[in-house]
Nanobody, 124 residues
Framework: QVQLVESGGGLVQAGGSLRLSCAASGGSFSTYGMGWFRQGPGKEREFVAAISWNGGHTYTSDSVKDRFTISRDNAKNTVYLQMNSLKPEDTAVYYC?????????????????WGRGTQVTVSP
C-alpha cells in the first residue's frame, strides 16, 4: 500500500517562504505523477501543482504559478512544493497525491493515493 506523508507546513508571515515535502513509501514512486492540492477554511479542495513521473512536465494553477514551484527527487521518493511570497489566502491544509498513470493531471479523481495533509498558516 502506498503511503504519502507530508511535512514542512507551519506558521509564516505574509511574504515568507515554506518548502513542503511529501515522502512516499510502499509503491513505485518513480513511475507516478504527483500533485499538490489544498483546502482552505470553508473552501473546497483545489489543485495547486503537478509533476510527471520523471519531472519533465509540470503544471501549476494560475493562482500560484508565479510563486510556487513543484519538483521531485526520485532517488529520495519525495516531491516538493516550494512556496514563496506567501499570502494569507494561501492558508490551507496542503495534500500531496499520487497518480499511477505517471502523467501530469489536475483533477482529483485522477489521483489514486493521498496523504493526510500538512497545515500552512500565513499571517498578515
Amino acid at each position: 500500500q502506498v503511503q504519502l506523508v507530508e511535512s514542512g507546513g507551519g506558521l509564516v508571515q505574509a511574504g515568507g517562504s515554506l518548502r513542503l515535502s511529501c515522502a512516499a513509501s510502499g509503491g513505485s514512486f518513480s513511475t507516478y505523477g504527483m500533485g499538490w492540492f489544498r483546502q482552505g477554511p470553508g473552501k473546497e479542495r483545489e489543485f495547486v501543482a503537478a509533476i510527471s513521473w520523471n519531472g519533465g512536465h509540470t503544471y501549476t494553477s494560475d493562482s500560484v504559478k508565479d510563486r510556487f514551484t513543484i519538483s521531485r527527487d526520485n532517488a529520495k521518493n519525495t516531491v516538493y512544493l516550494q512556496m514563496n511570497s506567501l499570502k494569507p489566502e494561501d492558508t490551507a491544509v496542503y495534500y500531496c497525491a499520487a497518480d499511477r498513470s505517471g502523467y501530469v493531471n489536475y483533477r482529483e479523481y485522477e489521483f489514486d493515493y493521498w496523504g493526510r495533509g500538512t497545515q500552512v498558516t500565513v499571517s498578515p
